[in-house]
T-cell receptor, first 111, second 114 residues
């Protein structure tokens, strides 16, 4: 069964800092990987989708990379802002058409 | 921007009662999903639905759960006889394509079973 791990579990950084969130998965047979943001008590907002054939995707200050063979993805956030404070989840879509989620990284950006 | 809409946002029910959670998918999406998140735990897959039938389901999705699309727009999750451990946030998600499509989530329905 696919296992998804996110490190660190929590991260606190001063405003303006660049940061990297890590996601690893055990089964490299995936269709795609998606990064989400979750605010407390809210739903999941899609940030970036990387297909299995792609190496990276960019949206604004966010850049996600995928190394399928090593089972790793990173989410890079440039010039962090207090509004970036949230929990960031990665999810991989494998066989069986179901996403497997990590437990998330709780990010706090200090003004 | 198109969005997935879920109702109710919060429901409190007594153990043993039936609950129906509703979702209005993004209009041109064909693949529908229910996930749940118990407080402090991972988001877990429950079931996927395509072409008016279940495509896949997890071991969580037992006989107490059912899904349907009764009127071509709403997508519902029914829990026949709720248990305390069913308390969770239930998320509906939809996608335009099966294996390559981006997954869009609703805001969730918080279920509290007393």
């Amino acid at each position: 069964k696919q296992e998804v791990t996110q490190i660190p579990a929590a991260l606190s950084v001063p405003e303006g800092e660049n940061l990297v969130l890590n996601c690893s998965f055990t089964d490299s047979a995936i269709y795609n990987l998606q990064w989400f943001r979750q605010d407390p008590g809210k739903g999941l907002t899609s940030l970036l989708l990387i297909q299995s054939s792609q190496r990276e995707q960019t949206s604004g200050r966010l850049n996600a990379s995928l190394d399928k063979s090593s089972g790793r993805s990173t989410l890079y956030i440039a010039a962090s802002q207090p509004g970036d404070s949230a929990t960031y989840l990665c999810a991989v879509l494998g066989t069986g058409n179901q996403f497997y989620f990590g437990t998330g990284t709780s990010l706090t950006v200090i003004p | 921007e198109p969005e997935v809409t879920q109702t109710p946002s919060h429901q409190v029910t007594q153990m043993g009662q039936e609950v129906i959670l509703r979702c209005v998918p993004i209009s041109n999406h064909l693949y529908f999903y229910w996930y749940r998140q118990i407080l402090g735990q991972k988001v877990e897959f429950l079931v996927s639905f395509y072409n008016n039938e279940i495509s896949e389901k997890s071991e969580i999705f037992d006989d107490q759960f059912s899904v349907e699309r009764p009127d071509g727009s709403n997508f519902t999750l029914k829990i026949r006889s709720t248990k305390l451990e069913d308390s969770a946030m239930y998320f509906c998600a939809t996608a335009g394509q099966r294996n390559t499509g981006e997954l869009f989530f609703g805001e969730g329905s918080r279920l509290t079973v007393l």
